[in-house]
Each structure stands twice: as structure tokens, then as C-alpha cells.
């Protein structure tokens, strides 16, 4: 079964595109994320999923201690190089090398649904938190991905195309500004990502749909049909 380790194939591309600042959405969400899901810093943060580091370094910058955890040697490469004094970490996340209630916070900033086994690594991230500890995802929208828009306008029909309900697998390329990446992961309804969290213990506290944090032209259309979810869980 695919997983995010054929984020490897795409590593070069990716890090071009997350690093070509107010390329892509993460420039114009991130604010509402840190703001308001994520709690003050504490002993350690980990990062599930944490590619070429980009969310680590942010969590850096507002003073937490990080270890990002990564299945493509490329993107674990790039991180290290950006961040020489970060720990990042070549593993899976449904498989944590880290021992129980190691971390006070774990974080996974749009990597559920790039990881096979999502109930795993949600499962992993309870295993991993103290008491009382949180989980603070962002995933894209279970609403967005059943559909799409029928033209590049603003105003542009929002098109329900396929099932809300269950997993379903997606692949998709984008061409923006002389930059190509193709995405590839799976798309779940709400029901599932609540289930996945009922069984490895987690209370959610928090549920956000954030709006586009400036008015850039192409994200005009995510003021009106939700682009991402975010969601704080934490484990009583």
C-alpha cells in the first residue's frame, strides 16, 4: 500500500515549492494554526510528518523544542541542512521510535492523509504524549476534496463530483509560477478522522475551519467552501 515514503519521488519538487515564500496556502494559514490551535511550548514537540522542516523551524521560532519525524531520507536530508541544530528523525510515524509519554505535543501540520496507516499514527501519537498532552492537526478539508470548481473565477461553482463518506485515494498535479508538484494521498470524512481519535483514547477539544489569511487571487474561492480542518485533541 502506498505512503508517504512516495513523498521521496517528490522530495526535490517539494522543497522548492514549500520554500518559495507565499507560493502555496501554508503561507496564508500557518498564523491561524500556531495562534490558535497550537498551546505555548513546552518539553518537546514532535512533528509528525515533518518533511523538509518548515513547520519545525516555525515552532522553533516561537520557542519550541522540536523533533520532526520523516519517512523520505531526501526531505530528513534538506531539513538538517536548513536546521543544523533541529532533530529530525528518518522514521514512520505509525512506527514512532520514541518512547512512551516522551513529549508534551505532537503535531501533524497536513501529513494524515499522506500516511497509509492513519489510525496508526494517530495511535502513535497518544502513545507518545503525557497526560494531559495535545495533538494539533491540520488536514485538508474532507469537504474540499469531493469535489472541485468549475472554472478559475472567485465566484466559480463549487461541484460535488464524488462520495463525502469513507477513504478514497487521491493523486493530483499542480502548476503554479514555473513550479510542478504532484500530490498523492487519501481522502477521509470527518467520521473517520473522529473514529481514528476515539480509538487511540483522544478527546477533541477544538475544531477550526480557518479562512485564507490574505486575499491572494487564487485563494479568493477558499472564503467560501473550507480548504483545511484543523482540529486539537488531547489525551486525558
Known sequence: MPDRSGWEDEAESW???ART???DAYWFYRQSFFERMVPPPGAR??????GEGRVSRDLRDRGHRTVGVELSPTLVRHARDADPGGTYLLADASKLPL??????LVVAY???MDIADMDAAVA???RILVPGGRFCVCVTHPMSNTGHFDGPAPDATFVVSTTYFGRRRFEGTEAR???TMTFRGWS???EEYALAFERAGFLIEAMREPVPEAGEPHLLRWWRVPLFLHIRAVRP
Open 15 to 17: 522543497v522548492r515549492w
Open 21 to 23: 515564500e507565499g507560493h
Open 45 to 50: 514537540t514532535v512533528e509528525l510528518g515533518s
Open 99 to 104: 518512547a512512551d509519554a516522551s513529549c508534551d
Open 110 to 112: 497536513n501529513t494524515l
Open 124 to 126: 502513535e501519537a497518544g
Open 177 to 179: 509560477d514555473g513550479l
Open 188 to 190: 477521509y470524512a470527518l
